[in-house]
């Protein structure tokens, strides 16, 4: 079972789960509900990527994901795109971790969901160690 508690006060808004306690809000220090989402879904995009690769019997690279988006103007604002820039830092099959990332955004249920209401798109660069 999934289970987030939220707290609401004059003074402070928190996301709390048995793990860890986050700040949301407005302030320099906390996290707006997009910036949530957004996260969870490169959070979710990436433990699918390292299932497929480790299922692949693949190495596991440095990645690092940067995720954008766009909310419409019209009410409902939900998102009109979002996009995953993913940067690979090591030696892997460049073509084999592309089909992999294609899984991941296939896989990866917030991806999905998002993608319901925006277009979803990523894009992968490689970083060879040298």
Not at 56 to 68: H, L, N, S
Not at 106 to 113: L, P, V
Not at 118 to 130: D, I, R, Y
């Amino acid at each position: 079972m999934l289970r987030i508690k939220t707290n609401y006060t004059p003074e402070k808004y928190t996301l709390e789960t048995d793990r860890a306690v986050l700040k949301i809000g407005s302030n320099s220090d906390e996290f707006f509900p997009y910036d949530l989402l957004l996260g969870a879904l490169s959070s979710c995009f990436y433990y699918t990527l390292i299932e497929i690769l480790e299922k692949r019997k693949m190495e596991i690279p440095t990645v690092e994901i940067v995720v954008t988006g766009e909310k419409r103007t019209q009410t409902p604002t939900t998102l009109e795109w979002v996009h995953l820039d993913i940067t690979v830092t090591g030696e892997v099959d460049e073509k084999r971790f592309l089909r992999s990332a294609d899984l991941a955004g296939k896989y990866c249920s917030i991806h999905e969901t998002i993608s319901k209401v925006a277009n979803v798109t990523h894009e992968v660069k490689f970083n060879p160690l040298k």
